[in-house]
């Protein structure tokens, strides 16, 4: 099967369209639907030339890659260093003199620590999970069990009708 020609003006538009979608990929917000915005693009069109462009997806892998480093790098300087904070108090920042400067904190993130902690080491810092399979029953013993409670079940919805009926007495 022969391969379809593209007009050079064409194949120029599309390299445009991936240049300017991997531009604000890599600026903005790096959420595929904002960069498609930024770039007057579809977000399907991105994920189509991610299968069938192989150069275009390297280059995203990379920019995506770059910017998970950067993301990282503030994880890190948030939990470690944290953010200064103005103190507010009814909405306006808080001053120990009335022409003092403002009053401001620094908030750490131990959640971000934590994630950090856990993702360089794992065999210390990751979530553990346990599940007890022993039981003290055989599968017979389990069948009788489940046996005798649908038929206690059995015996109570019976009563609760007997008394249910008795407490509204004879109809006049």
């Not at 991997?22 to 930024?38: E, I, M, N, Q, R």
């Not at 009814?90 to 993130?109: D, H």
Request: hydrophobic share 35%.
């Amino acid at each position: 099967m022969a391969k379809k020609k593209t007009s050079p003006g064409v194949a120029l538009k599309k390299l445009d369209r991936q240049e300017l979608f991997l531009t604000a990929y890599a600026k903005g917000l790096p959420t595929v639907a904002t960069a498609a915005k930024t770039a007057r693009m579809d977000r399907g069109t991105h994920f189509a030339w991610m299968k069938t462009d192989e150069r275009y997806a390297e280059r995203f892998n990379a920019l995506r890659d770059e910017r998970v480093d950067e993301f990282e790098v503030e994880a890190a300087r948030r939990a470690v260093q944290g953010v200064s904070r103005l103190v507010l108090h009814n909405g306006a920042p808080v001053r120990l003199t009335k022409k003092g400067k403002p009053l401001e904190i620094t908030e750490y993130s131990d959640a971000l620590l934590m994630f950090i902690l856990k993702a360089e080491r794992p065999g210390k810092y990751k979530d553990r999970q346990a599940v007890d399979v022993h039981h003290s029953h055989d599968i017979n013993e389990w069948a009788e069990i489940c046996r005798r409670s649908r038929q206690l079940t059995r015996e109570g919805d019976i009563i609760d009708a007997e008394v249910s009926a008795r407490s509204n007495g004879p109809t006049k």
